[in-house]
């Protein structure tokens, strides 16, 4: 997601069950070009217990993609192409779901990547109104060195009021189809949801992301605690990576701190949200 998944909120879900997780979607053009953007993204948002994490960027060239890539395997364990944002800013800068009709330059971006990395190099993807087409591509995107799939079980077009459910069906025909892992993504806002969704589908792992911002206990189950408690905990998570150091600017008015409370403001409202 962008701007959703920064530093300390992945440490907060470690905390509470999660032991996997991805950066925001970086832009990788930019994130080559502009050091600014670099240190705001990722180099100011490292932490020894941060791991195993995987830097997730969107691109349309494998110049471009590789150039990030290079720079961010020396933070991270893996480098993952997304193929799966849906916004209007995907549509517009030709990436996201919507490469997901020039297999050819998808094919080439992961064949270099691949072959210039070393770490592994995976994708996350949508899926195609037609099962035939979501498996074959899965197979392109594991025949080109992919090492791990990420599959939300929605189409491009499911967003906003036509969102609707995640197709289960999908991300099972498509774990029968790969020999590589596949991470299930779609309908999972309970660790009840997120345990259905494995042993129907059978994929190695399940990923939540709108699930995990309302409430980040989610991988321990039970009752979540008060709201307050998460809120709590999550600025104190955030006061503590800038006493160390870590995030931008020295406080939410400067530095970059306006982007920092930004962020801190978007947590907040998610996790409040459902409490009135």
Known sequence: MVEQSELAWRL???????????????HAQ????????RREHLLSQTHPLDHPLIA???ANSPHHFVAAGLIAQELCDG???????????ARRGHYGAYLQDDWELIHSMVVAAVSSLRVPVSC?????PDQRRTVAYARMLESAGCRMLTVHGRTREQLGHLTGLADWDQIRAVRLAVRIPVLANGNVSSLGDAQRLAEY???????SAEGLLHNPFLFEGGSPPPVWEAAAEFLSL???LQNDGRGQGRGLGGGGGAHRASRVRSHLYRLWHHAW
Do not use: S, W
């Open 201 to 207: 589908t059978g994929a190695r792992g399940v990923m």
């Open 124 to 128: 996350k993807l949508r899926i195609f």
């Open 30 to 37: 930019m994130f080559v070009k502009d050091a600014h953007y």
């Open 12 to 26: 907060l879900c470690r905390r509470h069950g999660a032991n996997l997780a991805f950066t925001p979607m970086m």
């Open 56 to 58: 997730q960027f969107c």
């Open 79 to 89: 480098v993952d192409l997304n193929l799966g944002c849906p916004q209007m800013i």
């Open 238 to 240: 955030e006061e503590e």
